[in-house]
């Protein structure tokens, strides 16, 4: 894959629909070798690749500065679980596996609501050539999920005065994940990443949008 021609949507919807169960690179590999990008366009197709590969260490490193900004607060760390919680429910995989989970449990003590959240989502009158939209969680589409679960994250944190902290920790960690990103040398594994199953998986639909 030529990251240099992956677009920021491209790699959104990638990050959208890949799994998140794989483990995090190790410490080793993920410090391994630094150097500066030697042109804009080499920087940009670094970029890209290295958010796809260290996905799953940018989003600890992430919640770690989170998790240290409010340690002392639980109210405040509940308002960050739910932006996360947000956050990974843009995740197709994400979504759905936490729905079904949910419809399951449900299921067991109330098999009539369980088949009635099942039915609310296969009636829901969705768009096909909306992709993104055709996601539902516990019946419902899931921009209403996330939408709701956001305001609610936002006003608590702004109720514990929390916006400030929130601005600084999250900015720092973006500032250490873009600076990673940006000097981490994409080495043999992460190319490969880009033309395995993994990758070619994730891009099933792009066939869809070239049409």
């Known amino acids: 894959m030529d990251w240099s021609n992956v677009t920021a949507g491209e790699l959104l919807d990638a990050l959208r629909e890949v799994e998140w169960k794989a483990p995090p690179r190790s410490p080793k590999e993920f410090f391994a070798k630094f150097t500066p990008p030697k042109t804009a366009a080499k920087w940009q197709s670094r970029l890209k690749c290295n958010v796809y590969y260290y996905r799953t260490n940018y989003v600890i490193l992430l919640v770690l500065a989170l998790l240290f900004a409010f340690y002392r607060s639980p109210m405040a760390l509940l308002s960050i679980a739910l932006l996360c919680f947000a956050m990974l429910c843009t995740n197709d995989t994400f979504a759905t596996s936490y729905s079904d989970r949910v419809t399951r449990m449900i299921k067991k003590v109330n098999p009539q609501l369980a088949a009635k959240i099942r039915n609310a989502g296969a009636n829901l009158n969705i768009a096909p050539s909306r992709k993104n939209s ?10 209403y999920v996330v939408l709701v679960t956001t305001t609610l994250s936002l006003a608590l944190i702004y109720l514990f005065s929390a916006l400030w902290t929130v601005g600084i920790y999250s900015g720092v960690a973006f500032g250490v994940i873009l600076s990673h990103a940006s000097m981490r040398t994409p080495n043999l594994k992460a190319r490969l990443a880009s033309a395995r199953e993994e990758f070619r998986a994730v891009w099933r639909g792009y066939n869809d949008y070239t049409i």
């Open 134 to 143: 055709r996601v539902t969680i516990l019946g419902l589409p899931r921009i």
